[in-house]
């Protein structure tokens, strides 16, 4: 038998399904090359070696059984470590939830359990999912598999590597400023942001509770539809909750691997284009767009002229909500305290558990966000920014009455050497010019893997109207049937 690790979602699923494979086997093989190779990519923080055996062997026992299970069932996923799993340790990459083991699963996480998928572990992420290259992970960067001397983007760096690495077949991401379509463009994979309100937030760590929403990551455009389909719909414990069904993301994109775009507008982001890019990126995008044209696709130029106000606003707007979320931090009523001697005051141990459990990032941020929304301020900062979001809001609806979807690169460079950016916060920022509109905006976006620059993974994007998921997913698939996929060297 072929090594499963090299398979794909569905035809792993297609390999259970008719018993030519146990859930177990495909488990083991998994576990077994992340063992292998792990020490050298460190997409994990937390592996479930026991767990993720015991839900395998209850697959292959429910099967034994006739049970009619799902069409992920047996195929295991890895979850990033934002997201709560029951009894599983989930630490946001930080120091301040070192041995956390929550006492709930996220609602995301029940319903992969339902589906009879089998979760290997938790992957590696920046702190609270703050950064764009998983170098701000409070016990150690991600290496990207194409060059470990590189980032695998950011904050999402450990699913979108473990994917890349052949670690597992899918993988659960959050995007709040492009956190699981960067890294999915930078490793060569796919990485999809729904709509927000389309994927249960409830038992995510939050970050910035407007922008964040889960997604699914994988190595094809049908696979991280199957994973979209699993995770998404409405979630009465969540109040952002859309109460709408999902739209039919696997049957789109199945229609979108014919190669048929025949009346499909895309839209080309007049403002993106080429700022701050490099050659090699925009030449991927621009042969990408000529083969989706080849496609029956027709190509419209749009002007969307506020976004070049987004990476501003988002860093006023995230930073905010950020420093009200993160205050439940404090030595109190979650895992690290530092200080509790009996001779300091409760605000000094508060202090000094926050300086210690938080790392540089994170400080920056909760900093930024606290002035911004101080007394004196707020209108000035806060209030400001919500307008942007407001203009940047018609762009996307002004632009959307023109075009089907509005296309453009993933992220303006591909994936930099580790350290080259950290001592300039704004360079960083830059990784995510692209993605960020979108997450102002609320709709869904993905990125797909259409070629190499230097070498290395370019992503191109697709954007939709919100709860117009489907119609992202059938130009991604149409673009990948056009493309191909991409297979980062052997480790």
């Known amino acids: 038998m072929t090594d499963v690790t090299r398979m794909t979602a ?28 792990d020490d050298r990519v460190h997409a994990f923080l937390h592996v479930d070696r026991d767990g993720a055996l015991a839900a395998a062997a209850d697959v292959d026992a429910r099967r034994g059984r006739g049970e009619q299970l799902g069409p992920l069932a047996g195929v295991p996923v890895a979850v990033k470590d934002i997201i709560a799993t029951k009894g599983v340790p989930t630490t946001a990459a930080s120091k301040i939830l070192e041995g956390w083991r929550p006492p709930y699963d996220a609602t995301l996480v029940e319903r992969l359990r339902a589906a009879g998928t089998v979760m290997l572990g938790k992957t590696n992420m920046d702190e609270f999912a703050m950064g764009s290259s998983t170098e701000y992970s409070a016990y150690g960067a991600t290496n990207n598999p194409w060059d470990l001397g590189r980032i695998p983007g950011g904050s999402g760096g450990g699913s979108a590597a473990s994917l890349a690495a052949f670690e597992a077949p899918l993988a659960i991401g959050t995007d709040t400023g492009g956190s699981i379509r960067q890294p999915g463009a930078v490793t060569g994979t796919v990485g999809s942001k729904p709509t927000y309100g389309g994927t249960s937030r409830y038992g995510l760590i939050a970050f910035s509770s407007s922008l964040d929403t889960p997604g ?82 027709e190509v419209v130029e749009v002007s969307c002229p506020h976004f070049e106000y987004a990476l501003p606003a988002y860093y006023l707007i995230a ?38 459990g938080f790392g540089p990032e994170v400080k920056r941020r909760i900093i930024l966000g606290t002035y911004a929304l101080s007394s004196g301020y707020y209108d000035a900062y806060y209030g400001q920014a919500q307008k942007v979001r407001t203009l940047i809001t018609r762009d996307f609806t002004s632009a959307f009455e023109r075009v089907d979807v509005l296309i453009s690169p993933t992220t303006p460079f591909v994936a930099f050497p580790f350290g080259s950016r950290t001592s300039d916060p704004y360079q960083m920022y830059l990784a995510d010019l692209y993605t960020i509109p979108t997450n102002l905006y609320g709709g869904p976006a993905i990125s797909v893997p259409c070629g190499l620059s230097e070498g290395l993974p370019v992503g191109f994007q697709i954007m939709a109207p919100t709860m117009a998921d489907d119609r992202m997913y059938r130009v991604a698939a149409a673009l990948e049937s056009a493309v191909g996929t991409l297979t980062p060297p052997e480790l």
């Open 10 to 37: 569905a035809q792993i699923a297609g390999l259970i399904a008719t018993g030519e494979a146990s859930a177990v086997e495909v488990a083991t093989a998994h576990l077994d090359r992340i063992a292998a190779v």
């Open 319 to 356: 930073p905010s909500e950020a420093s009200s979320n993160l205050a439940r931090f404090d030595g109190v009523r979650y895992g690290l305290r530092s200080g509790d001697d009996g001779n300091r005051s409760l605000e000094e141990v508060m202090s000094l558990t926050r300086d210690e």
């Open 216 to 297: 699914p990551c994988a190595r094809t455009v049908e696979d991280a539809a199957l994973l979209h389909a699993v995770i998404g719909g409405h979630d009465v414990r969540d109040s952002t909750s859309i109460p709408q069904a999902v739209p039919d993301v696997v049957g789109a994109a199945r229609l979108g691997a014919t190669g048929d775009l025949t009346g499909v507008k895309l839209g080309v982001v007049k403002e993106f284009a080429g700022e701050g890019a490099e050659p090699g990126v925009l030449a991927a995008f621009r042969e990408s767009v000529e083969a989706l044209v080849k496609l029956g696709a």
